[in-house]
């Protein structure tokens, strides 16, 4: 309890420290950034702080941390040195009180709900997601002196990820005293938090900017209650695997031929993994286990033999159900915070001219340093992010040119003069993490074979493609917005006409230059035939047709309301103000979320998975972001323009669509938090209250915990005992058992203590890297027979380690002791289970330092 209120006293003087500069930085939005102010504070404290000990000017420790949050609150209160602008801002406050008090009160009630939910579920489990991974890196980096820090499970390197969003954990804990296994649930809390008033601001403004060009015929001021739709459509609403799971428990559209046997059509079509087979039991309430994680896999992939193959397609209420700390769900609010620089360049903020010895920027020279910032840091924070976020970022910086001075050549002029510089800057500014960053992507490949199903792409996003129809068509039923339908729908086929081609250009070059990969699918799948490969691929995508055309009806109307735009004069006298009407803004959400979902079906990153899985994971998760807050807007929109029967029939829908679309958290928290634990809250207290204990509340309340650890502690009461002693004993590399799986219990020590280890889990390493040869033993000459086997590797690290447990004399343990410089050897449950130790040779030549139960650590002198 103690830990949370630190953290929302610190976020909140953070934000409050911060608003000066987003006032400044953002003056074409209503709320002047003030529903971003903690986001931004934490994105600009966490590259101070991360840049200064990159540079070695700074430690990793309070002291740092200290000075560069006093640099944040320098930087911001420079704004504040002309008296006007004091004026201003304390005028802003006053004549805003109801927003302020809206986003302050929604923040804290946000970050302790979640909280909460974590409380009740805090496991880090090691099945089923990468907590343990993050966990890992959190204490990695609250154990490293300097930047960049070291990897936990590769002693002798440092990190190879994009983990600025660990950073900024770790920040938060270290100077808040809090335990990286407690920061883990808290900073899952907190971006759930900043991601819901992040998404409240960015509707808010987008509706005040409506209301300038739509005015009620009563109250004028913009509302505080709508925009609740931005943060309900971003991180509640769902997929309908939930609804359908209920359908599926409660025996709908089986044809039952016994009572433990059924067949079904319409199951066999959807074509969803475990959905196709029959329940085992009639229930209307959702009762597999964790049946909540195939929400995140209704995409399936099959080849031409029929072979399927689960495709990610997480969506933020899952991925706060989940509770992993990934890279994507910690650069949401930034990601957020991106949208708004956007709508800020869109609605005309940082107007103006920079004019430079040999350049002339077209905005502010502020303007053009924190959008580079934050682009940047969404590269640091989740390296996908950039592409997405300098397209919306480009984009509305190009249509607001438009939309106020018209189309001319000049217009090319002004991207290039905007988008060289930024791109530049946002590398150059993030220079030290990019020297060290190695990565598995390897090319763009085709995908000819896999486009995504038109059912199971509507079971993905039906609530959000209904509210987005809907406004699309009250844009045309009403002409409040030109538009061209024949060019928009041809420029939209001609895109999809662009991709197959393409795709196929691809496959040809892919095919001269690595045989393998487009001469296995035609061996395996078309019988050696390229003729027959491509009838079967075209054939394929023709029956899969109904993807397609859905991306069609949404980027057709898009394209037809947005190319109008091109009609404005050069007015070279008077800008026309039109800029500042938000529908355009929307139309670039909705058109850059179609092509990032059209894309994947034609194309994919190459990594090792050699599948579109990332891909579609990385794209659709983008996706959802920016069509569900064109889904707010729209639905908000509605609410207030339709009239008579009309509104009934919308509201009535949307009540309707809500019901299905909120049925997974509805369902999915409950099972995920063991009903909140609150039958266990009771029995306690019943027990104890029986047994006359007056402190039965405050034991009671024991059952809710956000420190992660407790399942270890549970399960390896000995090896977490062991490493609470590492957690604070000197740093130093540590040797304990790898093991041969991911999401196991192997590297545990290194992942609860911060502490190195020679590997972990290598095939996360491998991803990381791109290569195995960091993961390549150095002892080519070492006497001693290893059983432990990575493919493409002679010898692993793996293989000095089971030499240096399994060793029978001082010589060859001393060699890998040596070799890696290890300080700590564990010899503990897993160690014992893996290896054939010899404790002899340990226990003569090194010093026990630590022994609980079986559990041992020996130093090295």
Aim: charged share 10%.
């Amino acid at each position: 309890m103690l830990q949370f209120f630190l953290w929302y006293l610190l976020i909140t003087l953070v934000g409050w420290l911060t608003f000066p500069l987003t006032y400044r930085l953002f003056p074409a939005l209503t709320d002047r950034g003030f529903s971003l102010a903690r986001a931004l504070g934490l994105l600009v404290w966490g590259y101070i702080f991360w840049m200064m000990a990159s540079l070695g000017l700074i430690q990793n420790d309070g002291g740092g941390l200290l000075l560069a949050l006093i640099l944040l609150a320098g930087f911001s209160g420079f704004s504040l040195l002309r008296r006007e602008v004091r004026t201003s801002l304390a005028d802003w406050l006053k004549s805003n009180l109801r927003l302020v008090i809206t986003v302050e009160v929604a923040f804290f009630l946000a970050f302790a709900a979640w909280a909460f939910v974590r409380a009740s579920n805090p496991n880090i489990e090691v099945s089923g997601g990468e907590k343990t991974m993050e966990l890992a890196f959190i204490n990695a980096i609250l154990r490293s002196p300097t930047f960049p820090p070291h990897d936990p499970w590769l002693s002798g390197y440092a990190i190879s990820y994009y983990y600025f969003g660990y950073v900024m954990t770790a920040m938060l804990a270290k100077f808040t005293g809090t335990l990286g296994s407690v920061a883990h649930n808290l900073m899952s809390s907190l971006i759930f938090a900043l991601s819901f008033i992040g998404a409240y601001g960015i509707l808010y403004n987008l509706l005040a900017a409506w209301r300038k060009h739509h005015p009620p015929s009563a109250n004028p001021a913009p509302s505080t209650g709508l925009p609740l739709l931005g943060p309900l459509f971003l991180l509640f609403v769902s997929n309908l695997e939930a609804i359908l799971e209920v359908l599926h428990g409660g025996g709908l559209f089986w044809n039952w031929t016994s009572k433990t046997t059924a067949t079904s059509a319409f199951w066999s079509w959807l074509g969803i993994k475990d959905l196709s087979d029959a329940p085992t039991h009639l229930s209307w309430i959702p009762d597999r286990f964790i049946w909540w994680w195939r929400a995140s896999r209704v995409i399936m992939d099959t080849d031409l033999t029929k072979y399927s193959t689960e495709v990610i397609d997480e969506f933020p209420a899952f991925s706060y159900m989940l509770g992993d700390l990934h890279p994507h769900v910690l650069a949401m609010p930034f990601g957020l915070l991106a949208v708004a620089v956007a709508l800020n360049l869109f609605l005309g903020g940082w107007k103006g001219e920079t004019n430079l010895r040999f350049y002339k920027l077209p905005v502010r020279l502020d303007g053009l340093f924190f959008g580079a910032l934050i682009l940047g840091g969404l590269a640091f924070l989740n390296t996908w992010d950039i592409l997405i976020g300098f397209a919306l970022v480009a984009g509305a910086f190009v249509l607001g040119r438009v939309l106020e001075l018209g189309w001319n050549w000049k217009r090319l002029e002004d991207i290039f003069a905007f988008c060289i510089p930024v791109g530049l800057a946002a590398i150059f500014m993030y220079l030290p993490f990019y020297v060290g960053f190695q990565s598995q992507a390897g090319g763009i490949l085709p995908n000819l074979v896999s486009p995504t199903r038109g059912a199971q792409l509507w079971v993905m996003f039906a609530p959000l493609f209904l509210a987005i129809f809907a406004y699309l068509i009250y844009l045309w039923r009403t002409g409040k917005r030109p538009a061209r339908w024949g060019l928009g729908f041809g420029l939209a086929a001609g895109a999809a006409l662009f991709l197959w081609v393409f795709s196929w250009l691809l496959a040809f070059i892919a095919f001269k230059l690595q045989p393998a990969f487009v001469g296995g699918l035609i061996d395996s799948q078309c019988s050696g035939s390229v003729m027959l490969c491509f009838t079967l691929t075209t054939a394929r995508r023709f029956s899969y047709i109904g993807g397609l055309l859905t991306l069609l009806a949404l980027l057709g109307p898009t394209l037809a309301f947005l190319i109008p735009i091109h009609d404005q004069p050069d007015p070279s006298a008077q800008p026309s103000n039109s800029h500042t009407e938000p529908t355009t803004f929307i139309l670039l959400l909705i058109f850059l979320a179609t092509v990032l979902v059209l894309a994947p079906d034609y194309v994919f990153l190459r990594d090792l998975f050699s599948s579109r899985l990332n891909t579609v994971f990385k794209f659709y998760y983008q996706a959802w972001m920016l069509w569900s807050l064109a889904a707010a807007f729209g639905v908000a929109v509605l609410l207030q323009e339709l009239e008579g029967r009309w509104a009934w029939v919308y509201r009535v829908g949307l009540a309707l669509v809500l019901i299905i679309a909120l049925a997974f958290p509805f369902l999915a928290l409950p099972n995920k938090t063991n009903d909140f634990q609150i039958p266990a809250f009771l029995q306690i207290i019943k027990s104890q209250q029986a047994a006359g204990d007056r402190r039965a509340i405050l034991d009671a309340a024991k059952v809710w915990t956000l420190d992660g650890s407790v399942l270890f502690s549970n399960q390896y009461p000995d090896d977490a005992a062991a490493a609470r002693w590492l957690l604070t004993a000197p740093a130093g590399n540590l040797a304990e058992a790898a093991g041969n799986d991911a999401y196991s219990d192997f590297g545990r020590m290194a992942v609860y203590s911060g502490q190195p280890n020679v590997l972990g889990w290598w095939w996360h390493e491998y991803q990381w890297r791109g290569n195995l040869s960091q993961l390549a033993s150095p002892l080519t000459n070492l006497s001693c027979q290893a059983d432990f086997t990575i493919s493409g590797l002679p010898r692993s690290r793996a293989d000095d380690l089971s030499c240096l447990y399994s060793a029978n004399n001082w010589d060859i343990a001393n060699e890998v002791i040596t070799q890696y410089n290890l300080r700590y050897v564990v010899i503990g449950t897993l160690e014992r289970q893996d290896y054939r130790i010899n404790e002899t040779i340990f226990q003569q030549h090194l010093t026990p330092v630590f022994q609980q139960g079986q559990v041992v650590i020996y130093e090295v002198p």
